[in-house]
């Protein structure tokens, strides 16, 4: 297959599921039922034909850079803006997390959505996410990225309300909406910085800009300005902490919705992103994203431990598991970081439509019951699910080994190698807060995930609507199945304990940097071996790629790969480290992972102590993880409430000091008037009709003589005749 | 006594003294019409006067005949006019034909 066959391919991929929205937004209504099949086959087929792309690009053209398309959108004079879409490896693995995953859930959203009134207009919105998140996948530019960036801003707000009639629904689709706008503005102001640079927006003409040496305003700081705003569209859209508030109230939408969106690929999107543009980070920019990764996968994991609501234990979770990735790409784990998006969007969607299978089970059961009361994701309300619904149950076991880090899971793979390189940062820059929250997190995580297990589907069902449910059809259980089947390791490498020599870790190696020597991490700069060694091969290289790819401007353009075959050899500093930190951090992992798992056995299986002594003990830590460290609390009182009072003091000053000025002249102006209308009464209009009067007057006198009498006008005629013959003679 | 120009003047002069005194007393349109008959022959009277004892030329004679023409048409639209007032009036009286009083 030819690489322009390869790219039409994927802009078919990229318009199946717009038609497919277009198609059930306008006949949803008629079609009924019938939409769900539909939107399901539809996704079928974008499935296959991205299937299709994936395995062609990663088998036939796995070492070579982006493969795309670029055309200009608007010239203005000397400059334009150009558009485009590429494929690399990046991408085609994308490609299928993003269809597999929104084929998956049009299949459980069969069953799961079966009795929703707007059955039709779930499936439009669903096509409509998938649009969007697939123009995210297949951008080769940061304008393009943008743009399909807000697009699925819009469609996670659509599907977050989806139940608008609920107020905590529709609040959190707004409230979803406004936080992922604080993080937008860095992106788009990081996006002007790009363009009023290097007047282009394509990424690989940036970075060989970057690489040439051109820096906004010739300063190493705004480059790491440009790179930390840019991230800032990663922090709102990954939530990340301080933004990571919106995620768990996105619980609030439709748990397939959940599944999709807010677990496997749209928060994913700011790690994409991440690890799109991870060329142009600086040493600082870098630091600064492991410690929001860091942060945010150790605060996300505390709250998670107490919480109730089966999903929002899970949002939790998502986010921590959101922090880890972001910490993997900052301390420079790149594959791993990556790796850690594809395998967690399987498990985490199967942990999400778990528990969606487990809502619904529980919703029939209280609907059989005549009970509508009782709130069926309160997992106090499970237990002893294990034996109701075993697939479920399984499935669900298999997700949470995966999301502990257990061996023989993808989950893993992927963990190990960002704590491993957690550490071999830490050794090297000797910012240790990073390892040991990430190993901190991974301990709870792996107590937490328990947890949940045990409390949900273990020992005795606690109500009897619990005791009453019922395994689920085939449209949830397939799925399910399928996801769980994913989280082994086999599809990664065939070796379940180090996955360096599996396919995944060789296609997407971390790509060089662009940013000069002195703003990289020393320990990253491959420059530091070459020159001892390898100078020739590099030089030889570099005037390979300036005689092939020069661009308009005569700067050649920095060509990413992700694979060590057509890179010059180089071994730096840090991969030498983190190859040494691998089997540390594998035991160490494992031995915290394992640790979580016996305390929340010992806890809640057993029953050995009772958690409620812990509480006792720390009440003080129970309530604020409990409620989420009061992050909306304080936001409500700093930004929320600061807000409002600065519109209070502008309403003040508004009513009263504006208002006062405005008014003030008005009253100014009405003095004068009134002053200007006695003159005008008195002495114009005096003078008006005085004149009239006076030719009133001599009308009146006129009048008489005008007698209309003929024989009077003679008379006086002859008269004035010989009046003047007297005179003048 | 020669009878000279003098006396055709003073006869002239009487002639349009009565003609005036005719239009400004006689109530009815008609009367006044006359009495305008009076003054123009009067006119008339003095062109001949003028023409026998003055240069024994044509030119006062053939003025009084233009008059004279002139009187038949202007007599035409003055009757037709008192027609018209008689129709809307039913009656001439010049005096009480008083419209134009301002």
Redesign the interface.
Same mark, same amino acid.
Request: hydrophobic content about 50%; charged content about 10%; overall charge neutral.
């Given at each position: 297959m030819t690489p322009e066959m390869l790219l039409n391919l994927s802009i078919v991929i990229l318009l199946i599921p717009i038609l497919d929205f277009a198609f059930l937004i306008f006949f949803g209504k008629k079609l009924g039922r019938a939409s769900g099949f539909i939107g399901t086959s539809v996704l079928g087929i974008d499935l296959i034909l991205a299937l299709i792309v994936a395995f062609v690009r990663l088998t036939q053209y796995p070492n070579e850079t982006m493969q795309q398309y670029k055309f200009d959108w608007i010239n203005l004079g000397n400059t334009s803006v150009t558009l485009g879409i590429g494929i690399d490896n990046l991408t085609a693995i994308m490609l299928i997390v993003v269809t597999l995953i929104s084929f998956l859930v049009h299949l459980f959203s069969m069953e799961y959505m079966r009795e929703d009134s707007r059955f039709s207009r779930f499936y439009a919105y669903l096509g409509l996410f998938t649009f969007s998140m697939l123009g995210i996948v297949i951008a080769n530019n940061f304008l393009n990225m943008f743009i399909f960036w807000e697009l699925v801003g819009v469609s996670s707000y659509l599907l977050i309300g989806f139940w608008y009639e609920k107020d905590s629904a529709a609040n959190a689709g707004k409230k979803a909406f406004i936080v992922n706008r604080i993080g937008d503005l860095g992106f788009l102001i990081g996006l002007m910085i790009i363009y009023s640079t290097y007047g282009t927006f394509i990424f690989e003409d940036v970075f060989g800009k970057i690489h040439a040496g051109i820096l906004p305003f010739n300063s190493g700081f705004w480059l790491t300005l440009m790179g930390i705003l840019v991230f800032g569209g990663a922090i709102g859209k990954s939530a990340q902490f301080p933004l990571h508030v919106w995620l768990p109230d996105a619980m609030e939408g439709p748990t397939p919705v959940s599944a999709l969106i807010h677990a496997a690929t749209m928060v994913a999107a700011g790690v994409y992103l991440t690890a799109r543009v991870y060329p142009m980070f600086t040493a600082d920019a870098l630091l600064f994203i492991a410690y929001i990764g860091a942060l945010t996968a150790f605060i996300a994991a505390t709250i998670a431990i107490t919480q109730v609501d089966f999903k929002r234990v899970l949002a939790y979770s998502t986010v921590s598991q959101l922090g880890y990735m972001v910490m993997g790409l900052g301390v420079g784990a790149f594959t791993s970081g990556f790796m850690h998006l594809v395998t967690h969007a399987w498990f985490k969607a199967l942990l999400f439509l778990a528990s969606g299978s487990v809502i619904h089970a529980m919703h029939h059961s209280m609907h059989k019951a005549h009970n509508h009361d009782m709130d069926p994701q309160d997992i106090r309300n499970m237990g002893g699910l294990r034996k109701t619904m075993p697939i479920t149950y399984i499935t669900f076991l298999f997700a949470t080994i995966a999301i502990s880090g257990i061996p023989f899971t993808s989950g893993f793979l992927s963990k190990d190698g960002i704590l491993a390189g957690t550490l071999a940062f830490g050794e090297l820059s000797g910012h240790w807060f990073i390892p040991i929250a990430g190993f901190g997190a991974a301990a709870i995580t792996a107590f937490y995930m328990f947890r949940l297990t045990i409390i949900a589907f273990h020992g005795k069902p606690k109500t009897s609507i619990a005791e009453h449910t019922h395994e689920n059809n085939g449209f949830i259980t397939i799925p399910l199945i399928i996801l769980a089947v994913l989280s082994l390791w086999f599809f990664y490498s065939m070796n379940p304990l180090n996955p360096d020599e599996g396919w995944f870790h060789q296609r997407t190696q971390a790509p060089q940097s662009a940013v000069p020597a002195s703003l990289m991490w020393n320990f990253m700069n491959p420059e530091k071996e070459i020159n001892a060694n390898e100078n020739i091969n590099v030089s030889n290289n570099r005037l390979h790629t300036i005689s092939n790819e020069l661009n308009k401007t005569g700067i050649p353009a920095f060509l990413v790969t992700h694979t060590l075959v057509s890179q010059p050899k180089v071994e730096t500093e840090f991969k030498e480290t983190l190859h040494h930190a691998h089997v540390p951090a594998m035991i160490l992992s494992l031995i915290v992972a394992i640790s979580g798992i016996i305390l929340s056995f010992v806890y809640y299986q057993f029953k050995v102590y009772d958690p409620d002594s812990i509480v006792n003990l720390y009440p003080w830590l129970y309530k604020g993880s409990f409620n989420k460290w009061f992050f909306d609390e304080i936001y409500q009182a700093t930004f929320i409430n600061g807000t409002i009072g600065l519109a209070k003091v502008g309403a003040w000053f508004d009513f009263n000091v504006i208002d006062g000025i405005v008014n003030f002249v008005a009253a100014i102006g009405r003095g004068l008037g009134h002053i200007t209308g006695i003159f005008d009464f008195h002495i114009i209009d005096g003078l008006v009709n005085l004149s009239a009067k006076i030719s009133g007057w001599l009308g009146t006198a006129?009048?008489k003589p005008?007698?209309?009498?003929?024989?009077a006008y003679? =008379?006086l005629t =002859?008269l004035g005749l010989v009046v003047l013959i007297l005179l003048f003679i | 006594m020669e009878i000279g120009l003098t006396h055709f003047l003073i006869i002239s002069g009487i002639l349009f003294s009565l003609g #005036?005194f005719g239009?400004?007393?006689r109530k009815n349109a008609i009367m006044?019409l006359m009495s305008m008959e009076l003054i123009l022959n009067s006119a008339n009277i003095n062109f001949i006067a003028f023409s026998r004892f003055g240069g024994f030329n044509m030119e006062g004679q053939i003025a009084a005949l233009f008059v004279i023409i002139l009187a038949a048409a202007e007599v035409a639209v003055a009757l037709a006019i008192v027609l018209n007032i008689y129709q809307n009036y039913h009656h001439v009286n010049?005096?009480e034909?008083? !419209? #134009? !009083?301002?």
């Amino acid at each position: 297959m030819t690489p322009e066959m390869l790219l039409n391919l994927s802009i078919v991929i990229l318009l199946i599921p717009i038609l497919d929205f277009a198609f059930l937004i306008f006949f949803g209504k008629k079609l009924g039922r019938a939409s769900g099949f539909i939107g399901t086959s539809v996704l079928g087929i974008d499935l296959i034909l991205a299937l299709i792309v994936a395995f062609v690009r990663l088998t036939q053209y796995p070492n070579e850079t982006m493969q795309q398309y670029k055309f200009d959108w608007i010239n203005l004079g000397n400059t334009s803006v150009t558009l485009g879409i590429g494929i690399d490896n990046l991408t085609a693995i994308m490609l299928i997390v993003v269809t597999l995953i929104s084929f998956l859930v049009h299949l459980f959203s069969m069953e799961y959505m079966r009795e929703d009134s707007r059955f039709s207009r779930f499936y439009a919105y669903l096509g409509l996410f998938t649009f969007s998140m697939l123009g995210i996948v297949i951008a080769n530019n940061f304008l393009n990225m943008f743009i399909f960036w807000e697009l699925v801003g819009v469609s996670s707000y659509l599907l977050i309300g989806f139940w608008y009639e609920k107020d905590s629904a529709a609040n959190a689709g707004k409230k979803a909406f406004i936080v992922n706008r604080i993080g937008d503005l860095g992106f788009l102001i990081g996006l002007m910085i790009i363009y009023s640079t290097y007047g282009t927006f394509i990424f690989e003409d940036v970075f060989g800009k970057i690489h040439a040496g051109i820096l906004p305003f010739n300063s190493g700081f705004w480059l790491t300005l440009m790179g930390i705003l840019v991230f800032g569209g990663a922090i709102g859209k990954s939530a990340q902490f301080p933004l990571h508030v919106w995620l768990p109230d996105a619980m609030e939408g439709p748990t397939p919705v959940s599944a999709l969106i807010h677990a496997a690929t749209m928060v994913a999107a700011g790690v994409y992103l991440t690890a799109r543009v991870y060329p142009m980070f600086t040493a600082d920019a870098l630091l600064f994203i492991a410690y929001i990764g860091a942060l945010t996968a150790f605060i996300a994991a505390t709250i998670a431990i107490t919480q109730v609501d089966f999903k929002r234990v899970l949002a939790y979770s998502t986010v921590s598991q959101l922090g880890y990735m972001v910490m993997g790409l900052g301390v420079g784990a790149f594959t791993s970081g990556f790796m850690h998006l594809v395998t967690h969007a399987w498990f985490k969607a199967l942990l999400f439509l778990a528990s969606g299978s487990v809502i619904h089970a529980m919703h029939h059961s209280m609907h059989k019951a005549h009970n509508h009361d009782m709130d069926p994701q309160d997992i106090r309300n499970m237990g002893g699910l294990r034996k109701t619904m075993p697939i479920t149950y399984i499935t669900f076991l298999f997700a949470t080994i995966a999301i502990s880090g257990i061996p023989f899971t993808s989950g893993f793979l992927s963990k190990d190698g960002i704590l491993a390189g957690t550490l071999a940062f830490g050794e090297l820059s000797g910012h240790w807060f990073i390892p040991i929250a990430g190993f901190g997190a991974a301990a709870i995580t792996a107590f937490y995930m328990f947890r949940l297990t045990i409390i949900a589907f273990h020992g005795k069902p606690k109500t009897s609507i619990a005791e009453h449910t019922h395994e689920n059809n085939g449209f949830i259980t397939i799925p399910l199945i399928i996801l769980a089947v994913l989280s082994l390791w086999f599809f990664y490498s065939m070796n379940p304990l180090n996955p360096d020599e599996g396919w995944f870790h060789q296609r997407t190696q971390a790509p060089q940097s662009a940013v000069p020597a002195s703003l990289m991490w020393n320990f990253m700069n491959p420059e530091k071996e070459i020159n001892a060694n390898e100078n020739i091969n590099v030089s030889n290289n570099r005037l390979h790629t300036i005689s092939n790819e020069l661009n308009k401007t005569g700067i050649p353009a920095f060509l990413v790969t992700h694979t060590l075959v057509s890179q010059p050899k180089v071994e730096t500093e840090f991969k030498e480290t983190l190859h040494h930190a691998h089997v540390p951090a594998m035991i160490l992992s494992l031995i915290v992972a394992i640790s979580g798992i016996i305390l929340s056995f010992v806890y809640y299986q057993f029953k050995v102590y009772d958690p409620d002594s812990i509480v006792n003990l720390y009440p003080w830590l129970y309530k604020g993880s409990f409620n989420k460290w009061f992050f909306d609390e304080i936001y409500q009182a700093t930004f929320i409430n600061g807000t409002i009072g600065l519109a209070k003091v502008g309403a003040w000053f508004d009513f009263n000091v504006i208002d006062g000025i405005v008014n003030f002249v008005a009253a100014i102006g009405r003095g004068l008037g009134h002053i200007t209308g006695i003159f005008d009464f008195h002495i114009i209009d005096g003078l008006v009709n005085l004149s009239a009067k006076i030719s009133g007057w001599l009308g009146t006198a006129l009048r008489k003589p005008q007698s209309g009498t003929i024989q009077a006008y003679l =008379v006086l005629t =002859v008269l004035g005749l010989v009046v003047l013959i007297l005179l003048f003679i | 006594m020669e009878i000279g120009l003098t006396h055709f003047l003073i006869i002239s002069g009487i002639l349009f003294s009565l003609g #005036l005194f005719g239009i400004a007393t006689r109530k009815n349109a008609i009367m006044v019409l006359m009495s305008m008959e009076l003054i123009l022959n009067s006119a008339n009277i003095n062109f001949i006067a003028f023409s026998r004892f003055g240069g024994f030329n044509m030119e006062g004679q053939i003025a009084a005949l233009f008059v004279i023409i002139l009187a038949a048409a202007e007599v035409a639209v003055a009757l037709a006019i008192v027609l018209n007032i008689y129709q809307n009036y039913h009656h001439v009286n010049v005096d009480e034909i008083n !419209k #134009l !009083k301002g």
